[in-house]
């Protein structure tokens, strides 16, 4: 790793690592795990398994970055040789997931692209199906999606601009520019929605509370996943972050800075998506029940409906709302392809020119397979293999390598140095015992979930990915460690 690669302020930090963690999640995911898993009521389990677990990850992968100034793949090696190879796969995992990433967020530049004269027409869903997101139809593999192909090459153009640059000068910057810009207009659309009449509609559907779900363990399970989805935390990210803070830090206080952000942000979002949704729902009549959807089918099928019954104001909205996915989007892409390029570039002694050039000509050949006939339909089998089966028990074996076998209380003397807040016995317990606990449950659920319904196609892409990521880990870990 560059030892002179390093953030020029903690404000040019914090704003990188709210852009890490401020995602096409929040705005699409949390809004609908808040209103199907109790609503109101599921804050509880939720600021629970903030205390609990994000933010006694977020302290540990802080503390690790910034003391020890390492690649992730270097730092567990060096911890025990053998180790390197989990490194490696938990690198190249993240890496896969950018890969589908920037081919969601070109999705949502095509969009964009459209939202100025509702391009999507008035069907809304055969357009996505058609130019963008594709079908399940496994024949239609064949079939390029010329306008999602252009979007996502042209992004991953600006993408290597922006990362081939030093961390401050790229990163940095696009970050300081960016998240700004991504706060304004969310609080612009936030404002806006509570004066449409039947705002109140989806503010009451949304956050009405089911306490007696409190009861149900698989709303603490989907609480503890969001949790780990929406910080990014165990995946290197946060730790390839903080080893570029400078010295004078206050990790503790900036651990607690950004996830407030974060959490707030997401709230205030989902109120926002849920006020739409209850004018939508006043306005054509349709119970709001039957316009909540998940995922793409919100952002790209439900949203442009509902920007074509706004009219004038719906090209105004409308375009806003995907230039804010896009500014989202593009900074935690940022963050995603980082882990990968550190290790590499720090085992092969690679310019980050180099690292980054290498990397990006090959997540280009891996975007065109998700730019095909099924491209939504192959993001969403990619997806949950790679975040429910493989980064999550990854993350597990970190909190028990980092627990036991590094120790974590040589780093709580650098977290307190500076920081307002103070990590002791309570945290350390959280870290060895309870942690490695949860994520083993939530990765069983999870794997039982993924693998309850997998058909032949779906079993051989999962094959396929657990071949490429063992078989490059163990390659790299094999390849010997540069001196």
């Not at 006694?56 to 730092?75: A, D, H, R, V």
């Not at 796969?89 to 081919?103: E, H, K, R, W």
């Not at 880990?473 to 460690?481: A, D, E, I, N, P």
Request: charged share 10%.
């Amino acid at each position: 790793m560059n030892q002179n690669a390093q953030w020029n302020s903690i404000i040019t930090f914090i704003l990188a690592m709210i852009g890490l963690t401020i995602g096409i999640g929040n705005i699409w995911r949390f809004s609908y795990v808040l209103y199907s898993n109790g609503g109101g009521s599921f804050f509880i389990p939720y600021f629970i398994a903030i205390m609990v677990m994000g933010i006694p990850f977020l302290i540990l992968e802080y503390g690790l970055g910034f003391s020890l100034k390492k690649s992730f793949s270097k730092l567990m090696h060096d911890i025990r040789p053998e180790f390197e190879v989990i490194a490696w796969m938990l690198v190249i995992f993240v890496f896969i997931v950018v890969i589908y990433y920037m081919v969601i967020i070109g999705w949502d530049f095509v969009y964009f692209l459209n939202s100025f004269s509702f391009g999507w027409g008035s069907d809304p869903n055969s357009f996505f199906m058609t130019y963008v997101g594709g079908t399940r139809e496994i024949s239609q593999i064949g079939r390029l999606l010329l306008p999602t192909l252009i979007c996502t090459t042209v992004l991953w153009i600006i993408f290597w601009f922006v990362s081939n640059r030093d961390v401050d000068e790229g990163i940095g910057k696009i970050s300081t520019i960016l998240m700004p810009l991504l706060f304004i207009i969310m609080i612009f659309i936030f404002l806006y929605s509570f004066t449409l009449p039947g705002f109140d509609i989806g503010i009451k559907t949304l956050l009405k509370p089911n306490w007696s779900l409190l009861l149900d363990i698989h709303i603490w399970l989907a609480a503890f996943g969001q949790t780990i989805f929406t910080l990014s935390i165990g995946q290197a990210m946060v730790y390839t972050y903080a080893s570029y803070l400078p010295r004078n830090s206050k990790l503790v206080d900036e651990v607690l800075l950004v996830v407030i952000t974060n959490t707030l942000y997401e709230v205030f979002i989902a109120i926002g998506v849920f006020s739409i949704l209850g004018y939508m729902s006043l306005k054509s009549s349709i119970p709001i029940e039957k316009l909540i959807s998940e995922g793409t089918g919100l952002i790209f099928v439900v949203f442009p409906k509902i920007f074509s019954e706004m009219g004038f104001v719906g090209q105004i909205i409308g375009p806003l709302l995907f230039l804010s996915i896009l500014f989202a989007g593009f900074t935690s892409a940022l963050a995603l392809f980082e882990p990968f390029l550190s290790s590499l570039c720090d085992k092969f002694n690679l310019s980050r020119r180099k690292g980054v050039t290498i990397l990006v000509i090959v997540a280009v050949i891996c975007s065109i397979p998700f730019s095909t006939g099924i491209s939504s339909y192959l993001v969403g089998i990619v997806d949950k293999f790679v975040n429910d089966f493989g980064i999550l028990i990854l993350i597990g074996v970190q909190a028990i390598i980092f627990g036991w076998f590094y120790g974590v209380e040589k780093v709580m003397p650098v977290l307190n140095e500076l920081s307002t807040f103070k990590v002791g016995k309570s945290w350390v317990f959280t870290i060895k015992y309870l942690l490695p606990v949860l994520i083993i449950i939530i990765w069983v659920n999870g794997v039982v979930g993924l693998f309850s319904n997998t058909n032949s196609f779906e079993l051989i892409v999962d094959l396929i990915i657990t071949f490429v990521v063992v078989g490059f880990s163990v390659l790299f870990t094999k390849l010997g460690v540069k001196e």
